[in-house]
C-alpha cells in the first residue's frame, strides 16, 4: 500500500521568508496529492491540490510542485505571514474508478514569527 | 455559509457508553467521510459515504457504526466506547468530481475513561 514520508515535522521562519515542506510517496500508481492546513482547534482544510498530469501549481503565495520520477512533492509558501503558521499534511491517493484511500503524511508544524 | 458542523465539540464518556456523533454539510455534496486524529498517527479514515444510502469501510472501522441520514447528513456512532477510542474526529465532505475530502468541520474531541 501506499506511504507517504513528510518533512521536516517542525519548520520555523522569520515573517517574509519563504518556507518549504515536502514529501514522498511510495505508490507509482498514485495520481493526487493534495495539501491540507489545520489551525489550532479547526480541522484540515484543503488549500491546493496537484495531480499527475502537471508539474507545478500555483495559487498567489502558495505553489506545489512535483516530480513523479523521484515520487515527491513539495509545498512551498513564500513571503510568509503569522497567519500562515498551523499544521500542513500533504496526502496521496490514486484516482481510479471507486473510491481510492488517501493515505496522509504526519504532518509538518509551521511557525512564522513577527 | 455554515459548510460542515459537527456536535458536539467536546465529549467524555465512561468505558462501555454508548453515543453518536452528529455531522451536516450544506454544500449539496455527495461523498462524506469520517476521519479520526491521533498524535502521531495523522488522519485515518473510519468510514465513507459515496452518496445518500451507502456507506464503506475505511482503515480503521471496527467498533463504529455509521448512518446516512439524506445527503446532508452522517452519523457516527460507537455502540459500547473503549480507551482506545480517544480521539478527535473529524467529518468532511467533498465535491463529486474530486471524490477524496475537501471540507472539514472544527472536530469532535472525545475521552472515553
Known amino acids: 500500500g501506499e506511504n507517504v514520508e513528510q518533512h521536516p515535522s517542525t519548520l520555523s521562519v522569520q515573517e517574509g521568508d519563504s518556507a518549504v515542506i515536502k514529501c514522498t510517496y511510495s505508490d507509482s500508481a498514485s495520481n493526487y496529492f493534495p495539501w491540507y492546513k489545520q489551525e489550532l482547534g479547526k480541522g484540515p482544510q484543503l488549500i491546493i491540490d496537484?495531480?499527475?498530469?502537471?508539474g507545478e501549481k500555483k495559487d498567489q503565495r502558495i505553489a506545489v510542485t512535483l516530480n513523479k520520477t523521484a515520487k515527491h512533492f513539495s509545498l512551498h509558501i513564500t513571503e510568509t505571514q503569522p497567519e500562515d503558521s498551523a499544521v500542513y499534511f500533504c496526502?496521496?491517493?490514486?484516482?481510479?474508478?471507486?473510491?481510492?484511500?488517501?493515505?496522509f503524511g504526519t504532518g509538518t508544524r509551521l511557525l512564522v514569527s513577527p | 455559509n455554515a459548510g460542515v458542523t459537527q456536535t458536539p465539540k467536546f465529549q467524555v464518556l465512561k468505558t462501555g457508553q454508548s453515543m453518536t456523533l452528529q455531522c451536516a454539510q450544506d454544500?449539496?455534496?455527495?461523498?462524506m467521510y469520517w476521519y479520526r486524529q491521533d498524535p502521531g498517527m495523522g488522519l485515518r479514515l473510519i468510514y465513507y459515504?459515496?452518496?445518500?444510502?451507502?456507506?464503506d469501510k475505511g482503515e480503521v472501522p471496527n467498533g463504529y457504526n455509521v448512518s446516512r441520514l439524506n445527503k446532508r447528513e452522517f452519523s457516527l456512532r460507537l455502540e459500547s466506547a473503549a480507551p482506545s477510542q480517544t480521539s478527535v474526529y473529524f467529518c468532511?465532505?467533498?465535491?463529486?468530481?474530486?471524490?477524496?475530502?475537501?471540507?472539514f468541520g472544527d472536530g469532535t474531541r472525545l475521552s472515553i475513561l
Open positions: 468532511a465532505s467533498s465535491e463529486p468530481a474530486l471524490k477524496q475530502p475537501q471540507h
Open positions: 496537484i495531480r499527475s498530469n502537471v
Open positions: 454544500m449539496n455534496h455527495n461523498s
Open positions: 496526502a496521496a491517493s490514486r484516482t481510479n474508478t471507486g473510491f481510492q484511500k488517501l493515505v
Open positions: 459515504s459515496a452518496s445518500e444510502g451507502t456507506t
